[in-house]
């Protein structure tokens, strides 16, 4: 059974950095692309950050610079390092592993940035 599960969301001022973790079973994970996807309440899910199989990752314009996708082949954990984290980046934040017509979805991890 595939499952993938986030953690490391909570709480963060304005400014501030999270580390979010996902971590897969049930999948060959080192031959999945992984992506973080976030959605803000009332919003439509976003995707944030991809890093493929080969290590390349891309980000979506808003956070260049401030975030970095990263992924552990023996631990099949995929992590987002987000810094300098912003109010309007509140929403909960979905890791998604997916390779040919597969695609698995995270239960999500709450992020919150407010003073």
């Known amino acids: 059974q595939v499952q993938l599960v986030e953690s490391g969301g909570g709480l963060v001022q304005p400014g501030g950095s999270l580390r979010l973790s996902c971590a897969a079973n049930g999948i060959g994970f080192a031959s999945y692309a992984m992506d973080w996807y976030r959605q803000a309440q009332g919003k439509q899910r976003e995707l944030v950050a991809t890093i493929f199989s080969t290590g390349t990752t891309s980000y979506v314009d808003s956070v260049k610079g401030r975030f970095t996708i990263s992924r552990d082949n023996a631990k099949n954990t995929v992590y987002l390092q987000m810094n300098n984290l912003k109010p309007e980046e509140t929403a909960v934040y979905y890791c998604?592993?997916?390779?040919?017509?597969?695609?698995?979805w995270g239960q999500g991890t709450q992020v919150t940035v407010s003073s």
């Open positions: 998604n592993a997916k390779r040919g017509g597969n695609q698995y």
